[in-house]
């Protein structure tokens, strides 16, 4: 539940190797934080922010000069729950990834929707579990499962 005043959103380090953040990232959301504040870590390789909504615009564009990916928080395609692309980049298809989250993530839709990407059949980004999942198969990307609001 948002607070009086406060708005909350999303934020990740994007797709790559690995749900990463570096420090400066790091700095930059705890910044605006109080020292009695918490972080929620979702289920979505997302973290929950929440500040004051006459900062938002500022912070969004802070967070972004530091690499940070911000998506809007409830009834939204979440950004893409990925794998960690263990055989490199272009073996497993993170430019598709990529591509999809582009397209899809921070969409509005009727409930929450949350999407997954794999890069092999391992499934290590658990697309089964997700209502919409991707899975790389050699040189093909079978949708493996798709959410029937989607
Ligand atoms: S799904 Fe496949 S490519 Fe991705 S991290 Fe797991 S084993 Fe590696």
Do not use: W
Not at 43 to 70: P, R
Not at 72 to 81: A, E, F, T
Not at 113 to 129: N, S
């Amino acid at each position: 539940m948002e607070k009086q005043g406060k708005m909350k959103f999303a934020v990740n380090g994007g797709i790559g190797f690995g749900a990463k953040l570096n420090a400066k990232q790091l700095m930059a959301i705890s910044k605006y934080m109080e020292e009695d504040e918490e972080l929620e870590l979702t289920t979505f390789q997302q973290l929950y922010v929440e500040v004051s909504a006459d900062k938002q615009e500022e912070v969004i564009e802070e967070f972004t000069k530091v690499g940070l990916a911000c998506y809007p928080g409830g009834n939204y395609v979440k950004s893409l729950r990925t794998c960690n692309f263990c055989e490199g980049e272009e073996a497993e298809g993170m430019p598709v990834a990529k591509e999809l989250n582009r397209r899809i993530a921070g969409k509005p839709v009727p409930v929450t929707l949350k999407a997954a990407y794999t890069g092999c059949a391992v499934g290590c980004g658990e697309p089964m579990l997700s209502d919409i999942g991707v899975m790389k198969n050699r040189d093909r990307f079978p949708v493996a499962h798709i959410c029937p609001y989607a």
